[in-house]
């Protein structure tokens, strides 16, 4: 199965975790990748980094060594649609995600969207715990807990206003929580 590989390792500020990967995102080597997705668009507004950053390849892997943001997803296996995912699929990938978040520790698991964390938690047999938006009153093995709206087309009820407000709050979080965390770049004020 072809899909994007994981950008995670020890000392991650954040760890983005989308519920799977894109047809489009795997052709194009890069999360996100669908032209028509809000992510990049919202990323660079809400000053989350320092500078706008032009969605490749070549920018996710920058912004992983440089900004401390790694990537993964609920489920590996590419799909269109979201909706295409069965429990089986959950099933397989959820204890596998549970183990990565284990390991590595990351300051905040940022979630795009309630399907993927609800679906996370319901197949690694985590407790059921209401999910809101933004930090969440849990941690996840350890880690704190974010989730924004999933900034694909298909989720067309939130507009890039709407998802980039959210990621505003994620970075108040981050310069309030965990300056330490920042790289010098990232500014703290």
């Known amino acids: 199965m072809k899909t994007l590989p994981d950008y995670i390792d020890h000392g991650l500020l954040l760890l983005s975790i989308g519920l799977n990967p894109s047809i489009v995102s795997v052709a194009r080597g890069f999360y996100f990748a669908n032209p028509r997705n809000r992510f990049w668009a919202a990323l ?14 070549q920018a996710q892997a920058r912004i992983f060594q440089q900004y401390k943001i790694g990537f993964t997803d609920v489920v590996k296996r590419p799909s269109s649609m979201g909706k295409d995912l ?3 699929d959950y099933m397989q990938w959820a204890p596998k995600l549970q ?26 047999d985590a407790e059921k715990i209401d999910v809101k938006w933004g930090r969440q009153d849990f941690l996840l093995y350890g880690s704190t807990v974010f989730v924004t709206p999933n ?38 004020e």
Do not use: M
């Open 44 to 57: 660079n507004a809400s000053g989350i980094l320092p500078r706008e950053v032009i969605p490749s390849k």
């Open 86 to 88: 069965r429990a089986a």
């Open 99 to 124: 183990a990565k978040i284990e390991k590595y520790q990351p300051g905040i698991c940022w979630f795009h969207g309630k399907v993927a964390i609800r679906n996370h938690l319901k197949y690694a």
């Open 151 to 188: 900034p694909s087309p298909a989720n067309a009820i939130f507009s890039l206003e709407a998802i980039t407000d959210w990621y505003k709050k994620l970075h108040d979080i981050i310069r309030r929580d965990f300056p330490a965390a920042l790289p010098a770049t990232i500014p703290t």
